[in-house]
């Protein structure tokens, strides 16, 4: 089936440092997502994404996150500074239509470590 | 406010018996209802989901539903398990463009 590709699979950095997520989405696909998850429990939506704008974000989503996907390359998500409270896996999602009535298509995730 | 629940966050089964995993949902219309599972070190993954119509719906694996609108439930079911089916099961809803998952069952199958 349709794959989304995360890289890299683990990341340590030091607090304070800024990470860069990236997410490979299923090519044809429109809408795209970062998921948080913090010890294997629930998935926390933190933004969509469609036509190179943020269309929701959630109050995860803080002011130190940015989401962009240039020149429909990789769909990033980039936190400066890193904070403690940040180590979770992250997870990028993809859909061909808006979220309501379309199947995600996940990545296996980013696990980030902050030291 | 919406919400969806799975009042288990455990469940051990042996291989071969039936299973059921529970779901309830709060939302004041049918929202669009979904079940994902996720293997260690894995995204997640569809199994079924629902619109509208038959309340039992099929998914992969031996994998169905059943939708109950007057329990606001979407209890899953399968009639056998394998130890492969050994993994994390999400509930979720869908409505105004955002998903929302439970907080998910883990599943162990006991050889």
């Known amino acids: 089936g349709p794959k989304v590709l995360q890289i890299p699979s683990h990341q340590i950095i030091d607090m304070g440092q800024m990470v860069t997520l990236n997410c490979d989405p299923v090519?044809?696909?429109?809408?795209f997502y970062w998921y948080k998850q913090i010890l294997g429990q629930q998935m926390e939506f933190l933004v969509n994404?469609?036509?190179?704008?943020?269309?929701?974000k959630s109050k995860l989503f803080k002011d130190q996150f940015s989401v962009e996907r240039p020149d429909g390359s990789y769909f990033t998500l980039k936190i400066q500074p890193t904070a403690l409270e940040d180590s979770a896996v992250y997870f990028c999602?993809?859909?061909?239509?808006?979220?309501?009535?379309?199947?995600?298509?996940f990545g296996s995730g980013t696990r980030l470590t902050v030291l | 406010a919406q919400s969806v629940t799975q009042p288990d966050a455990r469940v051990t089964v042996s291989e071969g018996a039936s299973l059921q995993l529970r779901c309830k949902y709060s939302?004041?219309?049918?929202?669009?209802l979904f079940w994902y599972v996720q293997y260690p070190r894995q995204g997640l993954q569809l199994l079924l989901k629902?619109?509208?119509?038959?309340?039992v719906v099929q998914g992969v694996n031996g994998f169905e539903a059943e939708f109950s609108k007057s329990n606001s439930s979407f209890h899953l079911r399968k009639a056998s398990v394998h130890w492969s089916d050994s993994a994390v099961y999400f509930c979720a809803v869908s409505y105004n463009n955002r998903i929302f998952f439970g907080d998910g069952t883990q599943l162990v199958v006991k050889p």
């Open positions: 629902y619109y509208s119509g038959d309340p």
């Open positions: 939302y004041s219309a049918t929202p669009y």
């Open positions: 994404f469609y036509n190179g704008k943020v269309m929701e």
């Open positions: 999602a993809s859909s061909l239509a808006s979220a309501s009535a379309e199947t995600l298509y």
């Open positions: 090519s044809n696909h429109l809408y």
